[in-house]
């Protein structure tokens, strides 16, 4: 059930649609200041908005259609109808990198690298009020929770069938902190250019942002699956890929960078253990839902574990440019 704003006519205004709207308009202005900011291309900036927008729309309906194919009469009417049925965040993902790429290709701009971090900074905002919908709606809602009442723990749903008031997981008040707090991580690695790569930011996203939803989609009750199983989270399994993805690109770089180092080997099995306690941990949350909590938090621990040795080896990345840039300044 979704809560109505306004009726104009014959037509409902719904307040998720709003938010939705507003979200959307907050991304795009994040993104214009950052990115003139950095890269000054107005018109690369401009063109790739309404091309982000448009692919967006597409491929994130799309997404929904392949997970929940009942919602609607058939392919051609999930992909001509927009009036109605769902739309996946990672459909926009894609649509966003989709953009950039076509901009790339036709000249608009110089640097792919540039445009993602910029997209990636733009994101957090538009993502963290965009989850803010699921105030006026029964969607995004997580599971049933005993002995909670309150906010931020938990949020009433009435349920659809029974008339009954749920007090459901509130994933999308998790999901909001987690989208401010990785913009002001990111906001302040934005300052320290001397520090980074173009590219950087874009792999940070994608792993602290990946690393978040392998644990908080896992508590939603709406999370949309693969066909060919029916149980595997489409959200969790690319939140998995966008973190192996970060740890793969330091590592190389840190090993190109400073040569294989005897350490490396020990943080590399590290990571390998904490990614498959979490993964354990997944396993275990959903065959026995009351030991939720300390499954979530063990969960939680490997990952946040996975992430430091992974930003420790990203460090080993600069470690031989500084070293020559203090001994060029000594002489």
């Known amino acids: 059930m979704e809560q109505i704003a306004f009726i104009s006519g014959g037509t409902a205004v719904y307040w998720s649609s709003i938010i939705y709207t507003c979200a959307s308009l907050v991304a795009a202005c994040f993104f214009l200041s950052f990115y003139l900011g950095r890269e000054g291309n107005p018109i690369a900036a401009f063109a790739v908005i309404p091309v982000s927008i448009a692919l967006s729309l597409v491929l994130a309906r799309f997404l929904h259609w392949y997970s929940c194919a009942d919602s609607y009469d058939g392919f051609l009417a999930a992909m001509t109808d927009y009036s109605s049925g769902g739309y996946t965040l990672t459909g926009v993902f894609a649509g966003c990198g989709l953009a950039a790429c076509l901009t790339r290709l036709v000249g608009l701009h110089r640097s792919l690298p540039q445009m993602l971090d910029c997209m990636c900074l733009a994101a957090c905002p538009g993502i963290a009020l965009g989850r803010l919908a699921s105030f006026f709606g029964s969607a995004d809602r997580g599971r049933v929770v005993e002995n909670l009442k309150s906010m931020p723990w938990v949020y009433p749903v009435t349920n659809a069938v029974s008339g009954a008031t749920e007090y459901r997981f509130a994933t999308f008040l998790f999901q909001f902190v987690v989208a401010l707090v990785l913009f002001g991580v990111l906001v302040s690695l934005e300052g320290s250019r001397s520090r980074r790569r173009d590219g950087d930011l874009c792999l940070l996203f994608f792993m602290l942002y990946g690393a978040s939803q392998v644990v908080l989609d896992?508590?939603?009750?709406?999370?949309?699956?693969?066909?060919?199983?029916?149980?595997?989270?489409?959200?969790?399994?690319?939140?998995?890929?966008?973190?192996?993805?970060?740890?793969?690109?330091?590592?190389?770089?840190?090993?190109?960078?400073?040569?294989?180092?005897?350490?490396y080997v020990p943080v590399w099995i590290g990571i390998a253990a904490a990614l498959t306690g979490a993964g354990f941990m997944e396993y275990l949350v959903q065959r026995r839902g009351s030991m939720a909590l300390l499954a979530y938090s063990v969960m939680t621990a490997c990952l946040a574990l996975a992430i430091g040795m992974t930003l420790l080896l990203r460090n080993q990345s600069y470690l031989k440019r500084w070293s020559r840039g203090a001994v060029s300044l000594m002489r």
């Open 218 to 263: 896992s508590t939603r009750y709406d999370s949309l699956y693969f066909r060919s199983n029916g149980f595997v989270s489409v959200v969790q399994v690319l939140g998995a890929v966008g973190l192996v993805l970060g740890i793969v690109v330091f590592s190389v770089r840190a090993v190109k960078n400073t040569g294989l180092r005897f350490w």
